[in-house]
């Protein structure tokens, strides 16, 4: 069996995150490896459930700490259901934002409780943390212009965070920057501006020590 491998994707809106956990799981397969590809939240049947009560608009939304428990309650299904079992097998898993997501939006960008924050994490995690986390960084009034871009193109009601302030986003930026100063073993920044290209680029530069390549 090929050695597990757990990494995260965080980020603001629109950072180009998911293009390019495709693009990684193409080019880790062709590798040879398996790979899971999934995210937060929304990565298990009922996280689907969960997800749409906490992105759509709604004209009753989510106070913020059943927000916050929301976000623990998809995040416990889903390490037991999919992350765990997927390490289990082998397979590198590769999530589309996890526990830091959180404290960042949340804790920085809600203002919630960081030690409650973190007391959730560890419950819903079960201890288990990611080998590495990539967090790409774009301007967010550019990361929210493409989200709302993206939703208005596929017809998506997913815009609750995209439509709140921009002082929101920066606190959330800051909320990510502050994990990476507190975290610098596990953390890689990749710059998310450019072509899809080019960012694909630093984002193999940001990993491929963990599959032997030299970096
Ligand atoms: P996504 O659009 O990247 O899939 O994420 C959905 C939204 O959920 C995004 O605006 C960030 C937010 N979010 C939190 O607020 N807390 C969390 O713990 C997670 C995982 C996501």
Known sequence: MKTPIFITFEGGEGTGKTTQLGLLQKRLEKLGREVTLTREPGGTPLGVEIRRHLVA?????????????????????????VI???????????????????VAYQGFGR?????????????????????????IELDHSEGVRRSLAREAALDEAESRFE??????????????????KENRDRFRLIDGDGTVEEVEVRVWEALKDLFGEAS
Not at 111 to 121: C, K, Q, T, V
Not at 126 to 132: D, E, I
Not at 164 to 177: I, L, M, P, T
């Open 163 to 180: 439509e709140e302030e921009a002082a929101f986003h920066k606190r959330v930026a800051e909320g990510y920057r502050a994990l990476m």
């Open 111 to 135: 203002g919630l409780d960081r030690s409650l924050i973190n007391e959730l994490n560890k419950i819903a995690t079960g201890g288990l943390w990611p080998k590495r986390t990539l967090l």
């Open 57 to 81: 608009n709604s004209n009753d939304p989510p106070v913020p700490t059943a927000e916050l428990f929301l976000y623990a309650a998809d995040r416990a299904q889903h390490v037991e259901g």
């Open 84 to 102: 765990k079992p997927a390490l289990a097998a082998g397979h590198v898993v590769l999530c589309d934002r996890y526990a830091d997501a959180t």
